[in-house]
T-cell receptor
Framework: RKEVEQDPGPFNVPEGATVAFNCTYS??????FFWYRQDCRKEPKLLMS???SGNEDGRFTAQLNRASQYISLLIRDSKLSDSATYLC????????????FGRGTSLIVHP | DAGVIQSPRHEVTEMGQEVTLRCKPI?????LFWYRQTMMRGLELLIY????????DSGMPEDRFSAKMPNASFSTLKIQPSEPRDSAVYFC????????????FGPGTRLLVL
């Protein structure tokens, strides 16, 4: 089983739609969780951290479910500019920090 | 701030040649990461440094790969000899201990080994 798994998609949605991605992780000792965004032929950029209590940033909401070992990203009122690949990142702790990236979920928002 | 700087941005070489990728992290950042990204395997961590010291190189594929960080503002990733399966995008990223999880990526080096 891979450490961090994501549905590669693509998720094809119309403008204005709400879309949600999940990401599962295998290491129950994982301590930190993030979503990164990667545009085509660009570098990944941090989108948001994921806190135990959940967090929201504008149209984006991230949630953590430790019991089921998954994190989610919800995008409301999708924009064309949201089209990108969304990478889930899980970090371990205790000793050396080793961030593990998921393969990413591709989102295509069409007019 | 100029962000993380990588060079070259593109590299085309022939199998068996030596390839050297370069990275300048953001000033003040004390962690530096080298990643490789391919369609098949996604983004893989190759090695990371803390205060110029290699901490974990378990992701380095084999002895043909080596990385150095002679000072806080410069790192290299070398492949010798290169093989076609090394073709990928190589990213360098940096972060600082106060916000270790926030990694700033460079634009990447697109490597094609013929």
């Amino acid at each position: 089983r891979k450490e961090v798994e994501q549905d590669p998609g693509p998720f094809n949605v119309p403008e204005g739609a709400t879309v949600a991605f999940n990401c599962t992780y295998s290491n129950s000792a994982s301590q930190s969780f993030f979503w990164y965004r990667q545009d085509c032929r660009k570098e990944p950029k941090l989108l948001m951290s994921v806190y135990s209590s959940g967090n929201e940033d504008g149209r984006f909401t991230a949630q953590l479910n430790r019991a089921s070992q998954y994190i989610s990203l919800l995008i409301r009122d999708s924009k064309l500019s949201d089209s990108a690949t969304y990478l889930c990142v899980v970090g371990s702790s205790g000793g050396s920090y080793i961030p593990t990236f998921g393969r990413g979920t591709s989102l295509i928002v069409h007019p | 701030d100029a962000g993380v700087i990588q060079s070259p941005r593109h590299e085309v070489t022939e199998m068996g040649q030596e390839v050297t990728l370069r990275c300048k992290p953001i000033s003040g950042h004390d962690y530096l990461f080298w990643y490789r990204q391919t369609m098949m395997r996604g983004l893989e961590l190759l090695i990371y440094f803390n205060n110029n010291v290699p901490i974990d190189d378990s992701g380095m594929p084999e002895d043909r790969f080596s990385a150095k960080m002679p000072n806080a503002s410069f790192s290299t990733l070398k492949i010798q000899p290169s093989e076609p399966r090394d073709s990928a995008v190589y990213f360098c990223a940096s972060s600082f201990v106060g916000s270790l999880e926030t990694q700033y990526f460079g634009p990447g080096t697109r490597l094609l080994v013929l």
